[in-house]
């Protein structure tokens, strides 16, 4: 699992592989895999960072992600890692991006 968030957290960076990742169902396997291993730290932060880069490349993709369940999924990766400051640095992103539904 986590060599293969980490592979999905590399692809997204490309504005066009994070649209692409979105349309392939990407966004609900990281979900699926944060809540799934909730007690696997790497897991977790690959999670979060996946989401944070595939919500920055369009607002569909924030309204999707919320819709799916991201908030959710991100507090508690955030509550489980509470001195895990880049899970934290990175779902405080995440949460204020979601709350505004900026893409910046």
Not at 66 to 75: C, D, K, R, S, W
């Amino acid at each position: 699992q986590e060599n293969a968030a980490a592979s999905l957290t590399n692809l997204a960076f490309a504005d066009e592989s994070a649209n692409l990742l979105m349309q392939n169902g990407t966004g609900v396997a990281i979900i699926q895999m944060m809540k799934n291993h909730l007690i696997q730290e790497t897991c977790q932060l690959f999670g979060v960072l996946t989401l944070l880069i595939l919500s920055c490349h369009s607002r569909e993709n924030v309204e999707n992600l919320i819709q799916l369940g991201a908030m959710t999924a991100v507090e508690e990766a955030m509550g489980a890692y509470p001195l895990n400051s880049h899970i934290q640095e990175k779902g405080q992103q995440l949460l204020t991006k979601f709350t505004s539904r900026c893409i910046t």
